[in-house]
C-alpha cells in the first residue's frame, strides 16, 4: 500500500532521514520503532504531507489494484483526501473546540452526511466515553481520552491508513492496553494501521512486521516475532529481557 | 456633573466603542490565526472612509449599497496585504511580521497622501442620517444609532460564522494549530485568506462609521484606530472575539469619561494616556481578559 | 605583535577620515555638505540602533525618543541666557542660569537619554517581541506628548529655534568615530559576545550564567546614550528642534537600516545609512518639484520588504569585511 524509497528529508538545515526505505502492505499493521530524535515523527510527518522531502517517493496505493501515486511534495491538505489520516505526536487535538466539533473536523473532507452520521455513531460506540462528553471542550479531557479522541477523529476520515505518532505517551498501562485492542479491532475492519512507538514491547507485539529506526536510518526491519527475538533490539529497546 | 451629563457621556461611549469593538474584532482574528500583529490594520479604516467617500460622490448609488461595497473593497485591501506581506513571512519570527507590516502601513499613508494629498477631506452623510433623536436627557444622531446597531449586528453575524459553520470551526482549529488543521484537509492558505477579508472588511466598514463620526478625513487618519484596535483587542485578550468586542466597548467608554470627566488639560494627553494603558496591561493582565495564555509575552 | 597592529590601523582609519574631513570641507559647496552631516548623523544613530536592536535582538521603535529628549537637553544648555529668558521665561532657576559650551551640551543630553533608558527600561524590558516593539513606540509617543505639553520647558508645539549652528563636520567625524570604535570594541568583546548570544538564543544563554536582563537593559541604555547625542547634534544642524522632529517615521526609517544592512553588522548599518540618507536626498527634488511627496517613504518600506521576503538576514548578517575583524581571536573563538 505504502513504498518509502531512499527518502531524504531536512527540516531547516539539519539532516534528519538519510534515506529511508520502508513498505506497508494492505491490511497489516506496521510498527516504526527506535530512539528519540531517530527520525520517527519526520518520517510519519513527511508520509503525511506536513513535510516535504529533498528527494526520495513515496508511493501510495489506496487498493491494491489501484495505481500507485506519488506523494512526496503533496501538500497534506490533498493527503488526507486519498485516505491517510495522520494522529500526531501529542494527540493534536484541538483544546478550545468540544468533543464533538473535533469529531467532525476529522471529516472535514467529506461529503456524504449520512455516511458521516453513520461513522459518528460508530466512533462514540467504540469510545462511549466521548459519546458521554460531546458537547466539553477537548483541552478538558483526560490524557487518555484526549488519545481515543485523535484517535477517534482520525476514524471519522474513514481512512484506508491511518498512521499512529507514539499514542501510548503518557498513558497508563491499562490504558494502552486497551488502546491497542481497539487498534487491532480497528485493522480487522479493513483499516492498514503504521505506528510509530516509544514503547517496543507492546509495539512489537501488536504489529505483524516492524523497522527499527537509528539517527536517520532503518537499521532493522522484520517480522516482529523475529525482531523480540533479535539480541540487539532486546539490548536497546526491550530492556534486555 | 449631573446624571444626565454622565448617561450622555456613556452613550458617547458605547457609540465610540461599538467602533472601536469592529476594528479591534477583525484585529484580534487576525492575531489569532497568524499569531501577528497587523500594523496596516488600521489604513484599512483610512481606506474605507475614502472609499465611502469616493462611492457617495456616484450618483445614483444608494447608501446602504455604498456600505455593502466598502465591506466589499476592505475585504479585498485585506487580501491584497495577506498575500503580498504576509503569506511571505510565514514561519519568520515574530518581529519580522510586525516590521513588514509596518512597511506596508506606511506604504498606504503614503500611497494615500501621493494620490489623495495630505488635506483632510470633508465628509458627511445623507442628510437624513443628520436627524438628532432626543432622549431624555440624551441625545445623539440618527447616524450614530445606526453606527451602534450595524456594528452589533455585523458582530452577531460573525460570532454565528465562527461558531455555527464549518469555516468558523475550520478558522478556529487553524488558529489553534495550523499543522493539525493541514491534517484535517483544511486549506489553511484559503482559510487564513478569508479571515483576512472578514476582518479587513470590518475594518473597511469602520473607516466609513470613523468618516461619519468625525466628520474629517485624512490619509494618515490610520494611525488612531489601528492603535486603538490594538490596545482594546489587548484589554479583551489578544486572539478572542468576544475579548476584542468588550475591549473595544471599554476602551471607547474610558476615553470618553477620562475626556469628560477630568479637566480639559489633560485631554491632550489622551494618546499618551492610550499607551500607558497599553503597557501597563501588557506588563500586569498579559492575556487581558479572556485571552489564552499560549502566548509568550513576558 | 597583534595589538601593536590593530592599533596602527585605529591610527591610519583615524587619520585618513581626518584628511576626508578636511578635503571635503575645503572642496564641497554648502548644500552637499550638510547631506553629508546628515549622513554622519544617520550613521550614528543607525549603528547604536544596531546595538541595542541588532547585538542582542531588542526590537526598539523609542530610538526618536531619546533623540527629542538628547535633543532638547542640548539644546536648553546651549540656549544663551538671554534668549532663555525671552523663549522660555518659566524655566526653573538653575536651568535659566546655565549656559554651556557644545561638547558638555552633547554629553549631558547623552546621559539624559541614557538615564531615561535605565529608567523605563527594566519594566518594558520584560516584554518580547512584536509586544515590545510596541511599547517602545509607545515610549516614543509618550515623549512627544510630553514635550509638546511641557510648554515651560519646551515650549510646546513651537519647539525652540534659532539654535546656534554648531554642528560642524568636524563634530559630526568625531561622533561617528567614537561611535563606531565603541560598536567595534562592544561587539568583539566578551560584553559584545554575551549580547550576540541573547539574541540567538537566550534560554541556552541563561543556563550559561548570563544574567538576561542586565543585558537587556544595557543594551537599551548604551543605544540611547548615542540617541540622544545624535539628537543634539541634529538639533544643533538644522538650528530649530520641535516635538515631531523625532517621529514614528523616523523609527522606522533607522529600522530599515539596521534590518536591510543587516542586525548586528557595523559596516552594514554605515552602508545602508548612507545609501538611504542619499536616495532621500536624491528622491527630495523628485518629490517637491512633481509633488509626489511620500515617494522616498515608498521606496525605503518597498526595499525592506523585499529584503525581508528574499534576504531576512540583511546585506551583511551580522559579520563584519574582514578588515574590521579583530585580529587576536579570543580563546576558543572561531574567526
Known sequence: MLRVSDLHVYRGRTYVLKGIDLEVGHGEIVALIGANGAGKTTTLRTVSGLLRPKSGSIAYRPRPEAEPLELAGMPAERIVRLGISHCPEGRGIFASLSVKENLMLGAYTREDPQGVEQDFQRVCHLFPILGQRLEQRAGSLSGGEQEMLAVARAL??????????????????????????????????????????????????????????????ISLAGPSRELMEDEAVKQAYLGGL | MG????????????????????????????????????FAHG??????????????????????????????????????????????????????????????????????????????????????????????????RLVDLMIMVTALVLMLVLMAVVYRTKLGVAMRATAEDLDVA??????????????????????????????????????????????????????????????????????????????????????????????????????????????RSSEERA | MDLRRSFRLLILAALAGAGLVLVMQATLDDYILSIVKFVGIYTILAVSLNMTNGYTGLFSLGHP??????????????????????????????????????????????????LTAL???????????????????????????MITNWDSVTRGPLGLNGLAELTSLWWIYFWVALTFYVAWKLKFSSRGRTMLAVRDDEMAAQTLGVDVFRTRVFALVIGAFFAGVAGGLWAHLITAITPTSFSLVMAFNLVVMVVVGGSGSIAGSLITAVFFTVITEVLRPLEEGLELYGISEITMALILILILIYRPEGLFGSREPACLQPDEPARGERK
Request: net charge positive; proline share 6%; hydrophobic share 55%.
Open chain 2, 182 to 291: 493541514r491534517l484535517m484537509g483544511i486549506d489553511i492558505n484559503r482559510t487564513i485568506m478569508v479571515t483576512f477579508a472578514i476582518g479587513s472588511a470590518l475594518a473597511g466598514i469602520a473607516g466609513l462609521m470613523w468618516g461619519g463620526k468625525f466628520g474629517q478625513i485624512d490619509p494618515l487618519l490610520g494611525f488612531v484606530p489601528g492603535l486603538k484596535a490594538f490596545v482594546a483587542a489587548v484589554i479583551g485578550g489578544v486572539g478572542s472575539i468576544a475579548g476584542a468586542m468588550v475591549g473595544g466597548f471599554v476602551l471607547g467608554l474610558a476615553e470618553v469619561l477620562f475626556v469628560g470627566l477630568l479637566p480639559p488639560i489633560y485631554s491632550a494627553y489622551r494618546d499618551a494616556f492610550v499607551f500607558s494603558t497599553l503597557i501597563v496591561i501588557l506588563l500586569i493582565l498579559p492575556n487581558g481578559l479572556f485571552g
Open chain 2, 3 to 38: 446624571a444626565g451629563y454622565i448617561a450622555q457621556q456613556i452613550v458617547n461611549g458605547l457609540i465610540l466603542g461599538s467602533m472601536y469593538a469592529l476594528v479591534a474584532i477583525g484585529f484580534s482574528m487576525i492575531y489569532g490565526i497568524i499569531r501577528l500583529i497587523n
Open chain 3, 65 to 114: 525618543g531619546f533623540m527629542a529628549i538628547g535633543g532638547y537637553a542640548t539644546a536648553l544648555l546651549t540656549f544663551p541666557v538671554e534668549r532663555k529668558a525671552m523663549f522660555l521665561p518659566d524655566l526653573p532657576a538653575w536651568l535659566a542660569g546655565l549656559a554651556l559650551p557644545f561638547l558638555p551640551s552633547l554629553l549631558a543630553g547623552g546621559l539624559c537619554a541614557a
Open chain 1, 156 to 217: 471519522m476520515s474513514r481512512p484506508r491508513l491511518l498512521i499512529l505518532d507514539e499514542p501510548s505517551l503518557g498513558l497508563a498501562p491499562l490504558l494502552v492496553e486497551r488502546l491497542f485492542e481497539t487498534l487491532r479491532d480497528i485493522n480487522r475492519e479493513g483499516v492498514t494501521i503504521l505506528l510509530v512507538e516509544q514503547n517496543a514491547v507492546m509495539a512489537l507485539e501488536l504489529a505483524s512486521r516492524a523497522y527499527v529506526m537509528e539517527t536517520g536510518r
Open chain 3, 119 to 145: 529608567i523605563i527600561g527594566p519594566p518594558v524590558l520584560r516584554l518580547r517581541g512584536h509586544y515590545l516593539a510596541v511599547a517602545t513606540m509607545g515610549f516614543l509617543i509618550i515623549v512627544q506628548v
Open chain 2, 43 to 140: 489604513d484599512i479604516v483610512m481606506i474605507g472612509a475614502f472609499a465611502t467617500l469616493g462611492l457617495m460622490a456616484i450618483p445614483g448609488v444608494p447608501f446602504p449599497l455604498v456600505a455593502v461595497m466598502v465591506l466589499g473593497v476592505g475585504g479585498l485591501v485585506g487580501v491584497l496585504i495577506e498575500r503580498g506581506a504576509f503569506r511571505p513571512m510565514r514561519g519568520a519570527p515574530q518581529v519580522t511580521g510586525f516590521i513588514a507590516s509596518l512597511a506596508v502601513s506606511i506604504i498606504l499613508q503614503n500611497l494615500g497622501i501621493l494620490i489623495l494629498s495630505a488635506q483632510p477631506r470633508n465628509f458627511s452623510f445623507p442628510a437624513y442620517l443628520q436627524v438628532m433623536i432626543n432622549l431624555g436627557p440624551v441625545s445623539f
